[in-house]
């Protein structure tokens, strides 16, 4: 089962601007899901589509099943959706906002678990203050609030963490940890890479409102991510071209230290590792030192939005 | 999206009550006042008397005026300012993205205009009652009038608030479109009163037919058949409240 199930999605403002393009992904039940990519990506114009904001030029969304277009109340009774702008009404306090929000999505308000909230969240002490009155870092907290008070299945958190600091972020995600080891689905975007490598178990990434890959974080960290051997010589060594075509290959590097290759998967699946560490000491004798240094997802995140925008250029 | 979700009906026409209590002073207090100092004013400058055509004095027959003038202004305040500070201020997403179909955000928004101005109406009343010899002649007309009323510029503020971008639109609708129409809708005089063909320009103020009817509640008279103008008033109900309902249905200025 799918929490969503987005096919073709497409979305071209009135001023001509195409945000989405034939988008389509699928985010797993239960999963932790990043979305990742630049900025004016298309992440937003994705969740406020989901969330009824943006209306969609073309495609379809299923959520559990349910075709989100025709069964919005359903679906929506489901959702619960951090924006990426704060907004509160003034004239209510914390309180009165979770309890609203409650009651707005048909759930009798449960004080316990708005006290819950509040307490996880660490807003117990500012609930009866007003939301002017709320520093950036607790309104943001209240946005998180706000979205997991009717208990959905499905959270969209978009930035939660922009201007909160380290501690509290780390608290944050602790309890979105629990949430989802709890079974709610939660979709991610940010732009802490290392927060969603540490986080999500699927990730995708998209640019200029394609979809560049989408897939479990595992396997995009194993078979997309590219690693280097770097071999350290204690000089620079400068590549012939005999060298160059012995260790083709591995795409030789010269370096200020050594030399620089990249590793791949042989036809077994297995790294390269031994034939490429082999094959430069049969050309340069044994290293000093050496290492091997894997891309993790920012490296793979700037590598392939880059390539994206140059074969568009 | 089929009405299914009371709750939140309930709950975002209690959120619209509670927002307007929050600011008494300024959502019911203040108009309440200013309702008086017209009606201090032109008991002044007019004196004791009695209004031409008619076999009562200005003071009685200004009081109704001026309470429903009251409760349509607030009704049109209550809807155009939560639409739109929600629009400025961000918050409207939260309504868009509630389980709450056109004809639920409609109900609540517009009952809660009703509760404000009928709050108004009644506070302007019972500070004058003690002053005023008027009577409540027919209790239904007075009841049927003042919610028609409410509904109908709770409506227009809805739609007002939709449309525009910031305070400075509403502000222009308020000035230019709902201040003369009220105004003009005789509050302050009778229409018998006025040359033929401002009657006959008055005929078409659907504002006029409010006011006089709600008046005829209190007073048993006015300038027209307050039962014959029950259909034009529950036809302009029913017109404001399917236009806010397929408004707000496909998201007109709100969804892009």
């Known amino acids: 089962m799918y929490a969503l199930e987005i096919n073709g999605l497409g979305k071209v403002y009135k001023n001509g601007n195409r945000a989405l393009d034939d988008v389509s992904l699928t985010v797993p039940q239960g999963s932790f899901y990043a979305l990742l990519g630049p900025n004016g990506a298309g992440k937003s114009t994705l969740i406020n589509m989901i969330a009824d904001i943006v209306r969609p030029t073309s495609g379809s969304v299923r959520m559990f099943g349910h075709d989100l277009f025709s069964e919005r109340a359903w679906c929506k009774k489901r959702l619960g959706v951090v924006p990426q702008e704060i907004a509160f009404d003034p004239f209510f306090t914390p309180i009165e906002v979770l309890r609203f929000t409650s009651g707005l999505f048909g759930c009798k308000p449960d004080d316990s678990w708005i006290e819950e909230l509040l307490t996880r969240l660490e807003l117990f002490e500012h609930r009866g203050k007003g939301t002017r009155q709320l520093s950036g870092g607790m309104r943001r907290r209240l946005l998180v609030a706000q979205a997991l008070v009717h208990r959905p299945e499905l959270v969209i958190l978009d930035e939660p963490t922009a201007g909160v600091d380290v501690e509290l972020r780390r608290r944050l995600w602790g309890f979105m940890r629990e949430q989802s080891s709890k079974g709610t689905t939660i979709l991610l975007t940010t732009h802490y890479l290392d927060e969603a490598e540490e986080l999500c178990d699927h990730v995708a990434i998209i640019d200029r409102g394609r979809v560049l890959t989408a897939r479990p974080m595992r396997e995009l960290l194993q078979d997309i991510a590219a690693s280097d051997l770097w071999l350290n010589y204690g000089r620079a060594i400068v590549l012939t071209d005999a060298d160059r075509i012995a260790l083709a290959a591995f795409e030789p590097r010269e370096s200020a230290e050594g030399v620089c290759l990249k590793l791949g998967r042989a036809a077994g699946g297995e790294s390269t590792f031994h034939v490429a560490y082999q094959a430069a000491v049969a050309r340069f004798g044994p290293p000093v030192d050496a290492g091997v240094k894997s891309e993790d997802l920012e490296d793979i995140f700037l590598r392939l939005t880059t390539k994206d925008r140059e074969i568009q250029s | ?256």
């Open chain 2, 1 to 256: 999206m089929r009405p299914i979700n009371p709750r939140g009906t309930w709950t975002l026409f209690l959120r619209e009550i509670r927002r307007f209590l929050k600011v008494k002073m300024q959502t019911i207090v203040t108009p309440a006042l200013t309702a008086m100092l017209y009606l201090v004013i032109f008991r002044y400058a007019m004196g004791d008397r009695d209004v031409p055509g008619m076999e009562i004095d200005y003071f009685t027959f200004l009081v109704p005026g001026l309470a429903i003038m009251a409760m349509m202004q607030n009704a049109f305040a209550n809807t155009s300012s939560s639409m739109i500070m929600g629009k400025v201020m961000g918050m409207q997403i939260y309504l868009l993205m509630a389980p709450l179909s056109a004809i639920e955000v409609v109900t609540a928004f517009l009952a809660a205009a009703v509760v404000r101005a009928m709050i108004v109406a009644t506070v302007f009343l019972a500070v004058l009652m003690p002053f005023v010899d008027i009577s409540l002649q027919h209790l239904g007309l007075i009841l049927l009038y003042g919610v028609a009323a409410s509904l109908i510029m709770g409506g227009l503020g809805l739609i007002s608030g939709m449309w525009a971008e910031n305070f400075d639109n509403v502000a222009m609708v308020t000035n230019f479109v709902i201040m003369p129409l009220t105004f003009l809708s005789g509050v302050f005089y009778s229409v018998k009163q006025l040359p033929e063909l401002w009657q006959q320009i008055n005929a078409f103020n659907p504002f006029f037919y409010l006011t006089d009817g709600f008046r005829y509640g209190f007073l048993g008279i006015g300038d027209t058949d307050p039962f014959a103008s029950v259909t034009i008033v529950l036809g302009s109900v029913a017109v404001t409240f399917v236009l806010c309902w397929y408004l707000w249905h496909i998201g007109w200025r709100m969804k892009d």
